[in-house]
T-cell receptor, first 117, second 114 residues
């Protein structure tokens, strides 16, 4: 596709339910990132993928959060037993390089607005 | 640990006036510095970066940023603001010693009035 695609664009769920957020990176991009954007908190790093492996999961806030990437392409972020504090915009970004280059430019999707009632 | 501070939640400027959005950083090694912009209902877009060399970096849409190592700052500037520049601006930093995540600041909302 022309850019990073995220779905759904909006998700409203009830506290305690599980949700899955999807990211389709730009074709050929090897690096994929998930960030969370909360009001007043800026962008919070969650997890980084290089291909299908995740060498950096340090930003996942709890074991309720998990992510996977298949075929070096699509990634899914899963939040189990959602809590109200999980409400935020979840952003996905991809990069054509290996995640170690200083010149790396991230291409962001438009995000998924998650609201937990 | 690396960090970024954007001390202003919001910057207001009149169209045609110069603008500055402030950013200071902290890293253990030499920094790679970035500015990204988020327009309403759109994803973040890369604006410019500093890797090495000239301290004044020029980017998209007439923006530039000045790297100051002694003050650990990377302020974003534009000589003449446009109403269309109104957006949320994020400064980001990463360490140059191998892999490190890109750490973003909390963002600064720029409002340019006609």
């Amino acid at each position: 596709g022309a850019g990073v695609s995220q779905s759904p664009s909006n998700k409203v769920t009830e506290k305690g339910k599980d949700v899955e957020l999807r990211c389709d990176p730009i074709s050929g991009h090897t690096a994929l990132y998930w960030y969370r954007q909360s009001l007043g908190q800026g962008l919070e790093f969650l997890i980084y993928f290089q291909g299908n492996s995740a060498p950096d999961k340090s930003g996942l806030p709890s074991d309720r959060f998990s992510a996977e990437r298949t075929g070096g392409s699509v990634s899914t972020l899963t939040i189990q037993r959602t809590q109200q504090e999980d409400s935020a915009v979840y952003l996905c970004a991809s990069s054509p390089l290996a995640g170690t280059g200083p010149w790396e430019k991230l291409f962001f999707g438009s995000g998924t607005q998650l609201s937990v009632l | 640990a690396q960090s970024v501070a954007q001390p202003e939640d919001q910057v207001n400027v009149a169209e045609g006036n110069p603008l500055t959005v402030k950013c200071t950083y902290s890293v253990s090694g030499n920094p790679y510095l970035f500015w990204y912009v988020q327009y309403p209902n759109r994803g973040l877009q890369f604006l410019l970066k500093y890797i090495t060399g000239d301290n004044l970096v020029k980017g998209s849409y007439g923006f530039e940023a000045e790297f100051n190592k002694s003050q650990t700052s990377f302020h974003l500037k534009k000589p003449s603001a446009l109403v269309s520049d109104s957006a949320l601006y994020f400064c980001a930093v990463r360490d140059n010693s191998g892999y490190s995540t890109l750490t973003f600041g909390k963002g600064t909302m720029l409002l340019v009035s006609p």
